[in-house]
């Protein structure tokens, strides 16, 4: 998982890259307007979406090197 607040604040970081959701590949991705990187305190606690559908977060999501090197437009 990924919040928005978390890519606009990545994007005020560092104006002069590109912080698109694409390159992390979030499963679901959260658009609340809430602190960026909640997803750092998130590991051991669950989340329930509706009635029928929990998860749980294990562990913090891994960051592949390559998500930092430009990319071209698919």
Not at 3 to 8: D, I
Not at 24 to 34: K, L
Not at 55 to 61: G, H, K, R, V
Request: charged share 20%.
């Amino acid at each position: 998982m990924l919040t928005s607040a978390t890519l606009e604040r990545l994007g005020e970081l560092e104006p002069a890259s590109r912080f698109a959701v694409e390159r992390y590949r979030p499963n679901i991705v959260i658009d609340a307007a809430i602190d960026p990187f909640p997803e750092h305190r998130w590991s051991g606690s669950s989340i329930r979406f509706g009635d029928a559908l929990p998860a749980s977060f294990l562990i913090p999501t891994m960051r592949c090197p390559l998500t930092t090197t430009a990319h071209g437009d698919a």
